[in-house]
């Protein structure tokens, strides 16, 4: 019989034992690396990312055979198209039937064929995004939310899966399809014979800049618990190609106002947004063919502002990233880059950039066909006016009240930085262009065409007409440019014409105003001419309207600095957010869907915000205009485009921003100027050249207020309003 104390022994160290081998199989289990059969490059972005997780092996094969014999019952599969677009992946005879005989889960995307619906043709979309169709991402994605799928190819298939969970569509919305889904849908995504098969490519998501991040991120976490159900996957994370160069919560380096507008000027020319000389006939060629769109390209030489500057990056990004050129030549977008390169110029003191500065406008003016027509003929009524563009006569026969003003305000500025008069008599000429276009309640309406001129008999139509047009966007500059040219020459016209013209627009503040892309831009244009009221006029009455404008302003700017996007009354929009899926992508657009989404527009609202608070903080020295003014600019220097491989891209700012995700996303519903367009003039001129002005301690009111374009009053004003 054993003893008590060898009994307790016997029964400690089996307990022992039994603990040990527990630990021993949790080990090992915690440890164990779930196996996932890759097809496809090692240097894959994905296949990158996915090597950071501890919890997979990744076995990468370059046969699918060889892929198909090695993987086991409990292991993933995942087939990556690395030609995509150009060719789709060839599959074995016996893929899909092996790998369900094996019982391994399985992703395949663009393949050379499917296991039960035939491939009619590649499709390419239009107006289609891709949009979640199910439950499948649980709520990140949610269903219903559209996802950015850049340069979206996808097989075109016979009949429709049951088990999709994404799909290309036209919808509209923000970031959900707030109209569901249309009855016309490509399957993009969908579950069949065991695994997941994707008629596209979802794989080049970091190149291909896909978007919103977070979104993909939970896409792709899916997809491989999907392939392995016991895997623990940690967060996915990686740096996109484009992104803001600094986080909402990081602090600024103390030179980050100089940085932003040295990478800003250089945004033009790395970007090869400068025309160059060697370009003429091909963009001529294209224009006549109306082929507006050109390839960006490391090869496209640099320019120097002697044949003006392209329109935009326009708002297209293709599979690899990429997004082309716009190639008009408008004379806004010219003048506006031209005082980007000249306040640059004198900041930095870099003579190579006011060189530049002066030979845009030198072109336009002297060189260009802009004035040499019918805008240069004395004895036309369109006479002294400025073309929208000259690339073609769509552009060439519009005159825009608006842009013939923003024309003035930045090439007076160059002027005064250049310290020359050598443009003075032209632009005096086309302020009396402008006045005597400009009714007697001083509306304007939103442009002119040349054909316009004939059919009304000349130029007194329009100066007589009493014409009321409540839109800050269309009419609110020519008032700041008339009321800086009262303050230079004295002419009462001028005066009266802004003053009648800002009476009626702020009796009618905001509600009886007609809005363009929204209603946030248009508070945002009300308030240089009201500064400028100020200036010309000090009174109690004056200072309340520009104190009740730049409050209205800023109750829409975000704690960050952002000037958040807002809708009217949509029966008062031009370009309302689009009211059907079908209406998605037809014209110009808002970039938001609803009022409460959080995103900023720097082609229409913020860069004039930005403009306006600036002059209006010094015609005042109101310290509550100067934080809401040093706010926002703290805010453009953190959303300037940080993109080292993407030169067309890099330094400049795109127009829709996400201040929530704090990333480029937003409705590209526009047609023109999508979400991710980079204007030369009114986005990015604008935002470089406040900043610069910043930085002097300056505004244009001053900077100009030495301007002698006076002494070319006398004698344009007797030719243009001749005596009888």
């Known amino acids: 019989m054993k003893s008590k104390k060898n009994f307790f022994v016997s029964k400690t160290c089996?307990?022992?034992?039994?603990?040990?081998?527990?630990?021993?199989?949790?080990?090992?289990?915690?440890?164990?690396?779930?196996?996932?059969?890759?097809?496809?490059?090692?240097?894959?972005?994905?296949?990158?990312?996915?090597?950071?997780?501890?919890?997979?092996?990744?076995?990468?094969?370059?046969d699918l055979n060889q892929l198909v014999?090695?993987?086991k019952k409990g292991e993933g599969v995942l087939v990556l198209a690395e030609n995509y677009p150009k060719q789709q992946v060839e599959l074995p005879g016996n893929f899909y039937t092996a790998l369900k005989e094996k019982e391994v889960h399985f992703f395949?995307?663009?393949?050379?064929?499917?296991?039960?619906?035939?491939?009619?043709?590649?499709?390419?979309?239009?107006?289609?995004?891709?949009?979640?169709?199910?439950?499948?991402?649980g709520s990140l994605p949610d269903s219903l939310t559209i996802l950015g799928l850049n340069?979206?190819?996808?097989?075109?298939?016979?009949?429709?899966?049951?088990?999709?969970?994404?799909?290309?569509?036209?919808?509209?919305?923000?970031?959900?399809?707030?109209?569901?889904?249309?009855?016309?849908?490509?399957?993009?995504?969908?579950?069949?014979?065991?695994?997941?098969?994707?008629?596209?490519?979802?794989?080049?998501?970091?190149?291909?800049?896909?978007?919103?991040?977070?979104?993909?991120?939970?896409?792709?976490?899916?997809?491989?618990?999907?392939?392995?159900?016991?895997?623990?996957?940690?967060?996915?994370?990686?740096?996109?190609?484009?992104?803001?160069?600094?986080?909402k919560e990081e602090k600024l380096p103390e030179d980050a106002y100089r940085t932003a507008v040295e990478r800003g000027v250089e945004w033009y020319i790395d970007g090869k947004l400068l025309v160059p000389a060697s370009y003429e006939d091909s963009i001529s060629k294209l224009a006549e063919e109306d082929k507006l769109i050109m390839g960006w390209s490391e090869d496209i030489p640099k320019g120097d502002g002697t044949h003006g500057v392209f329109e935009c990056i326009f708002s297209d990004i293709s599979a690899d990233g990429t997004q082309p050129i716009n190639i008009i030549r408008r004379g806004d977008c010219i003048s506006e880059t031209s005082m980007a390169f000249a306040t640059v110029g004198t900041l930095l003191n870099k003579e190579e950039y006011k060189t530049i500065a002066q030979?845009?406008?030198?072109?336009?003016?002297?060189?260009?066909?802009?004035?040499?027509?019918?805008?240069?003929?004395?004895?036309?009524?369109?006479?002294?006016?400025?073309?929208?563009?000259?690339?073609?006569?769509?552009?060439?026969?519009?005159?825009?009240?608006?842009?013939?003003?923003?024309?003035?305000?930045?090439?007076?500025?160059?002027?005064?930085?250049?310290?020359?008069?050598?443009?003075?008599?032209?632009l005096m000429r086309s302020l009396m262009g402008l006045l005597r276009t400009t009714g007697e309640n001083g509306f304007r309406g939103s442009r002119i065409d040349l054909p316009h001129f004939e059919e009304k008999k000349g130029w007194k139509y329009y100066e007589q007409q009493e014409i009321v047009h409540l839109s800050p966007h269309f009419e609110s500059y020519l008032w700041g440019c008339f009321l800086w040219a009262y303050d230079k020459c004295g002419d009462e016209r001028f005066l009266t014409k802004a003053k009648n013209g800002l009476k009626l627009m702020m009796e009618n503040y905001t509600d009886g105003w007609n809005w363009t892309n929204g209603l946030a831009q248009e508070r945002a244009r009300i308030v240089l001419p009201l500064s400028w009221l100020v200036r010309v006029e000090d009174t109690e009455e004056n200072r309340a309207l520009l104190h009740k404008a730049v409050k209205g302003l800023l109750s829409i700017q975000d704690e960050c600095g952002a000037i958040q996007e807002e809708l009217g009354n949509l029966a008062k929009g031009y370009y309302p957010p689009p009211q059907s899926n079908?209406?998605?992508?037809?014209?110009?657009?808002?970039?938001?869907?609803?009022?409460?989404?959080?995103?900023?527009?720097?082609?229409?609202?913020?860069?004039?915000?930005?403009?306006?608070?600036?002059?209006?903080?010094?015609?005042?020295?109101?310290?509550?205009?100067?934080?809401?003014?040093?706010?926002?600019?703290?805010f453009l220097c953190r959303i300037q485009v940080d993109a080292p491989t993407h030169p067309e891209l890099d330094g400049g700012w795109m127009r829709a921003f996400d201040f929530d995700r704090f990333e480029h996303w937003a409705s590209n519903s526009d047609a023109g100027w999508g979400a991710w367009a980079i204007e030369t003039g009114w986005t990015q001129g604008w935002i470089v050249g406040v900043l610069s002005l910043m930085q002097m301690d300056q505004s244009i009111w001053d900077l100009t207020k030495e301007s002698k374009i006076n002494v070319h009053y006398d004698k344009i004003e007797k030719m243009m309003y001749p005596k009888k």
């Open 582 to 634: 079908e209406a998605y992508g037809t014209t110009e657009a808002s970039l938001i869907a609803k009022n409460g989404d959080k995103v900023s527009d720097l082609l229409y609202t913020t860069n004039f915000a930005f403009l306006g608070l600036n002059e209006a903080y010094h015609a005042t020295k109101d310290e509550y205009i100067k934080e809401g003014l040093e706010k926002l600019g703290d």
């Open 151 to 247: 340069g979206l190819h996808f097989l075109k298939i016979e009949g429709f899966p049951a088990n999709e969970h994404l799909v290309a569509a036209r919808v509209a919305g923000f970031d959900e399809a707030i109209y569901g889904l249309p009855q016309q849908q490509y399957p993009l995504l969908y579950e069949e014979e065991g695994g997941l098969l994707c008629t596209t490519n979802l794989s080049k998501f970091i190149a291909g800049r896909y978007a919103p991040k977070k979104e993909w991120a939970g896409i792709w976490k899916r997809i491989i618990t999907y392939l392995l159900p016991d895997v623990q996957l940690s967060e996915l994370e990686w740096t996109p190609v484009v992104q803001a160069t600094y986080t």
């Open 69 to 71: 014999e090695k993987s």
């Open 359 to 426: 030979n845009l406008l030198d072109y336009y003016l002297f060189e260009s066909p802009a004035l040499k027509g019918e805008y240069g003929d004395p004895n036309h009524p369109a006479f002294g006016l400025i073309p929208w563009g000259i690339t073609n006569y769509t552009w060439y026969k519009a005159s825009y009240g608006d842009d013939n003003a923003r024309f003035f305000l930045a090439a007076w500025t160059t002027a005064a930085l250049l310290q020359t008069d050598r443009w003075d008599e032209l």
């Open 14 to 62: 089996s307990l022992m034992g039994l603990l040990l081998m527990a630990g021993v199989f949790l080990l090992s289990s915690c440890s164990k690396k779930e196996v996932l059969h890759v097809y496809g490059s090692g240097n894959n972005e994905l296949v990158t990312l996915l090597q950071k997780q501890s919890a997979l092996k990744l076995v990468v094969h370059q």
């Open 108 to 137: 395949v995307e663009f393949p050379s064929f499917l296991p039960n619906n035939k491939v009619e043709e590649i499709g390419k979309a239009g107006h289609e995004r891709a949009v979640v169709s199910s439950n499948f991402f």
